[in-house]
């Protein structure tokens, strides 16, 4: 079978690899579509951390169940994606319900190769339904399900204002999410052309360019002085990170789904004085899976609106940097095969 490898930094090659033996407990998957994350991207410029080379990338995936070998209700021919984040079963977390932190995490395209291959297979434990969804909707099931995760995380009441501070794929799945939870939303970004997605696509209550004017007074306005009760990080950047908990009102939770390698900063008094609580937001539980399959299934989220660039497997390689440009404007790019 064809495999795209990541060689090293900057270096992506194609080659052939025998298919998959079927373990015990494993499913075979022909990869349909693969949806190129910031992961991946990262990976490929040697900017992600504790990245070994060479690996095969590629995490957020949909295909065809060739052979589900005993995979308790599924046949074979179904549409499928998968929890791409492999656990270990007996940790203190797994224990505990919270294997999307499991101490001995694998993800899949991260930790071990992943989906850039015709055939792949998985723990038939980590496969989701249909439902329906079609190979592209299925692809973006994991992205979302981290925006899922992170606003269920911040158990987002109706009424709450909710500010995403970041509206790259995994903040437009915290919008969406905080949106259906019923919480009032305020995209913020720097970007005009990201925020202007999410006020024609996702339906946003407000936005606001943090290049233009005063946050603050901004966010004061809106709120009528009280700021947010929840704020969500999904930038990854130190300083919009740093900024955030001014933002948040008394009594308020900061999740942080973006991730960075500095330290934060926060002023201690002001945390106090506000009883806040901070949390961090990894991966995602096959319970925020699901609820994304339904919202995509009932129509509360069209996610196909975020698929701005399309490429065909063979093209990959040649394609695969243009995507790290800006200018180009990718929200998602998708790969078929
Ligand atoms: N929780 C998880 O398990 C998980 C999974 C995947 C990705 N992530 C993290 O989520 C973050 C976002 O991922 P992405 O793929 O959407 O990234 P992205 O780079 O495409 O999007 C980030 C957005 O933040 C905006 N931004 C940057 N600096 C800003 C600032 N100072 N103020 C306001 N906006 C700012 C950018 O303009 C951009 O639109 C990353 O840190 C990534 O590592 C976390
Ligand atoms: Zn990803
Ligand atoms: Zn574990």
Redesign the pocket.
């Known amino acids: 079978m064809k495999v795209l490898i990541c060689e090293q930094p900057g270096e992506l090659s194609y080659g052939e690899k025998p298919v998959p033996d079927l373990a015990e407990g494993y499913s075979l998957i022909k990869i349909r579509r693969i949806g190129v994350?910031?992961?991946d991207l990262h990976a490929f410029e040697g900017t992600q951390p504790y990245f070994n080379y060479p690996r095969i990338l590629g995490h957020e995936l949909s295909g065809e169940l060739l052979e589900p070998n005993g995979a308790k209700g599924f046949t074979k021919g179904d549409r499928v994606t998968f929890i791409p984040y492999f656990n270990c079963g007996v940790c203190i977390a797994c224990k505990a319900g919270k294997p999307n932190c499991c101490v001995k995490i694998n993800v899949f395209g991260v930790h071990i190769d992943g989906g850039m291959a015709e055939y792949v297979t998985v723990p038939s434990q980590s496969l989701v339904h249909s439902e329906g969804l079609s190979f592209d909707e299925l692809a973006l099931v994991e992205p979302l399900a981290?925006g899922a995760h992170?606003v269920n995380r911040a158990r987002v009441q109706a009424g709450e204002y909710v500010l995403v501070?970041?509206?790259?794929?995994?903040?437009l799945g915290v919008i969406e999410f905080a949106r259906i939870a019923g919480g009032k939303v305020i995209a913020?970004?720097?970007?005009a052309e990201?925020l202007e997605f999410c006020r024609t696509h996702l339906k946003v209550d407000h936005i606001i360019n943090?290049a233009e004017g005063d946050v603050i007074q901004q966010l004061n306005a809106i709120t009528g002085n009280n700021m947010a009760e929840v704020v969500i990080d999904?930038?990854?950047?130190q300083?919009?990170i740093n900024n955030g908990f001014q933002y948040m009102a008394h009594g308020g939770r900061y999740v942080l789904?973006?991730?960075?390698k500095g330290e934060i900063k926060f002023s201690h008094p002001e945390f106090h004085k506000r009883e806040a609580t901070l949390m961090s937001?990894?991966?995602a539980t096959r319970a925020d899976f699901e609820q994304v399959v339904l919202a995509i299934k009932e129509k509360l989220i069209d996610p196909n609106h975020y698929i701005t660039h399309r490429v065909q497997f063979d093209d990959v390689k040649q394609d695969f940097e243009g995507w790290l440009n800006p200018a180009n404007g990718v929200i998602k790019a998708m790969i078929a095969l």
């Not at 501070?165 to 903040?171: L, V």
């Open positions: 994350c910031g992961t981290i992170g501070i970041g509206a790259g794929p995994i903040g913020m970004d720097i970007n990201r943090v999904a930038t990854g950047n300083n919009a789904v973006g991730l960075q937001s990894r991966n």
